[in-house]
């Protein structure tokens, strides 16, 4: 949903030339795959982190436009509140010493950010929600000005055709109703992007699903929203009924949501494309100029303008992504599980961990989705979702474990096998995922310290409101010393 749009209406003229346009797009992408020669020799990599702003009492501040205007930095955007922006990290290769790069690059870049925020009298946070958040401020008019978030909102809305319900039940519960997508807003997430060659999509992303369990649990960092404790990672649940466009009615006859973990295993990339046409209506039908099959037998590389749009409008949790760069054509999975922060060295942890595992579970030889079943791979992700690295998943082989055994254990010395097939340098590999591997040992991630360092202060004497802003100004104090969140102390 980078994509730039224009305020307008749709027709069904616009609908029905949209829904033929994309479907064109796909039968040109499926010739693509046989016969293309993709950008696939040297993988990059790349990271996308998206972070929150708040003023001196840790109230959401809707400061977005102000602070990238001083910025004039491309590699920063809006993102859908007016409290949130979002950080693209220069794509890079992790052999060597790329994952050092990238902890540079990010840190002057949220250094120089933090600097324009300070004069706009606020500072950046990196986390899944911001606990001081209030239903007020995820209302319609705190979402960015830029139109396309707008328009998005309409079609959601006007797909459901009436208000989005949120009832998400964890430690405590939530139920509220809004006449906009605008508490989506409140979750803010690190992705990480891998390029993979075409024929090696599918074990990428079949590795991707399988492990997006253990991701959420070891890096949860979310576990309230509007002042309720709820899922260690709520943002799972807000993002996936934040995003429905399905009445009740819709549901109880089994049609898919938009935010969506998916149905099945796949065998190639092309699975995940032609689920996405077939399955979801456009939201934003918007076509372009480009004819793709004359660019295509002209020799040229097609764009695919609204099969990528689309794509951008189903939130799969681990999304393919079509791209051209500097005239190539080239595919990523998009790994969209993990929730930003706590520091920038806990989210390369996060990120070391996932390269690695994705890369040493996708090229096995009995590969961990012919053993574990998918749906079982869904259970353990919302188990992962609610009770985080305290969570018991499924494992092939192993039956019900806690989530930290199956990283200490197994999981771990695949990650470090899999970075040494990147080339990763020894010392940086250990540093990251040694990270990881402490923070099993003392079962503390962002979501633990939030909890105990909330639940500190209101036996300090303070209700729960005070005590949620009190912790979230210590979490920011924290976070500027890039020390891991399983060091930082509670009391």
């Known amino acids: 949903m980078g994509k730039e749009v224009s305020p307008l209406t749709f027709s069904r003229e616009d609908r029905t030339r949209y829904r033929l346009k994309v479907r064109r797009c796909l039968d040109v992408f499926a010739l693509m795959l046989d016969a293309f020669g993709f950008d696939a020799e040297r993988p990059m990599t790349g990271l996308e982190l998206e972070l929150d702003l708040v003023d001196a009492d840790a109230e959401p501040a809707m400061r977005n436009a102000e602070i990238l205007a001083s910025l004039a930095d491309p590699t920063f955007q809006t993102e859908l509140g007016q409290f949130n922006l979002e950080l693209n990290a220069r794509p890079r290769l992790i052999a060597g010493d790329g994952f050092a790069d990238y902890e540079r690059d990010l840190a002057d870049s949220l250094g120089r950010a933090e600097h324009r925020?300070?004069?706009?009298?606020?500072?950046?946070?990196?986390?899944?929600?911001?606990?001081?958040?209030?239903?007020?401020?995820?209302?319609?008019?705190?979402?960015?000005?830029?139109?396309?978030?707008r328009l998005l909102?309409?079609?959601?809305?006007?797909?459901?055709?009436?208000?989005?319900?949120?009832?998400?039940r964890g430690v405590e519960r939530l139920q509220a109703t809004t006449d906009s997508i605008g508490p989506e807003a409140a979750g803010t997430s690190f992705q990480c992007h891998l390029q993979v060659a075409p024929e090696a999509f599918a074990s990428y992303w079949n590795a991707s699903q399988a492990i997006a369990a253990v991701q959420v649990a070891i890096?949860?960092?979310?576990?309230?929203?509007?002042?309720?404790?709820?899922?260690?990672?709520?943002?799972?649940?807000?993002?996936?009924?934040?995003?429905?466009?399905?009445?009740?009615?819709?549901?109880?006859?089994?049609?898919?949501?938009?935010?969506?973990?998916?149905?099945?295993?796949?065998?190639?990339?092309?699975?995940?494309f032609e689920e996405n046409v077939r399955y979801f209506p456009p939201l934003l039908p918007i076509c372009e100029d480009e004819d793709p099959v004359e660019v295509l037998h002209a020799g040229g590389v097609p764009r695919l303008g609204e099969l990528r749009l689309h794509n951008g409008t189903v939130y799969r949790w681990n999304r393919p992504v079509y791209d051209v760069m500097n005239g190539r054509p080239h595919l990523r999975v998009e790994n969209?599980?993990?929730?930003?922060?706590?520091?920038?060295?806990?989210?390369?942890?996060?990120?070391?961990?996932?390269?690695?595992?994705a890369r040493a579970l996708a090229e096995e030889d009995r590969p961990i989705w012919s053993q574990l079943t998918f749906s079982a791979a869904e259970d353990n992700f919302h188990a992962a979702s609610r009770r985080g690295i305290a969570a018991t998943v499924h494992w092939p082989r192993l039956g019900e474990?806690?989530?930290?055994?199956?990283?200490?254990?197994?999981?771990?010395?695949?990650?470090?096998?899999?970075?040494?097939?990147?080339?990763?340098?020894?010392?940086?590999?250990?540093?990251?995922?040694?990270?990881?591997?402490?923070?099993?040992?003392?079962?503390?991630?962002?979501?633990?310290?939030?909890?105990?360092?909330?639940?500190?202060?209101?036996?300090?004497?303070?209700?729960?409101?005070?005590?949620?802003?009190?912790?979230?100004?210590?979490?920011?104090?924290?976070?500027?010393?890039?020390?891991?969140?399983?060091?930082?102390?509670v009391d």
């Not at 004069?119 to 401020?137: Q, Y």
Request: charged content about 25%; glycine content about 6%.
């Open 117 to 149: 925020a300070q004069k706009a009298d606020c500072s950046i946070v990196l986390i899944g929600i911001l606990p001081t958040l209030t239903p007020a401020h995820t209302a319609l008019e705190n979402l960015s000005p830029n139109p396309r978030y």
């Open 153 to 168: 909102n309409e079609q959601i809305v006007a797909a459901r055709g009436e208000d989005i319900s949120l009832d998400i």
């Open 219 to 272: 890096g949860a960092n979310s576990p309230y929203l509007f002042g309720r404790r709820l899922w260690d990672e709520t943002r799972i649940a807000l993002f996936e009924q934040s995003t429905d466009t399905r009445p009740d009615e819709l549901k109880a006859q089994g049609v898919r949501p938009r935010a969506w973990f998916g149905e099945r295993w796949i065998a190639s990339i092309f699975d995940l």
């Open 336 to 357: 969209r599980v993990l929730p930003s922060g706590p520091t920038v060295v806990d989210m390369l942890a996060n990120a070391a961990f996932y390269f690695g595992l």
């Open 401 to 489: 474990l806690r989530v930290t055994d199956l990283v200490l254990e197994w999981l771990l010395p695949k990650a470090y096998e899999g970075l040494d097939r990147y080339d990763v340098h020894g010392a940086v590999r250990d540093r990251l995922l040694g990270i990881i591997e402490q923070r099993c040992l003392a079962g503390r991630n962002g979501a633990v310290w939030q909890v105990e360092a909330a639940e500190a202060e209101q036996r300090n004497g303070l209700d729960r409101r005070a005590a949620l802003h009190a912790m979230l100004q210590r979490y920011a104090v924290n976070q500027r010393t890039n020390q891991p969140v399983h060091t930082w102390p």
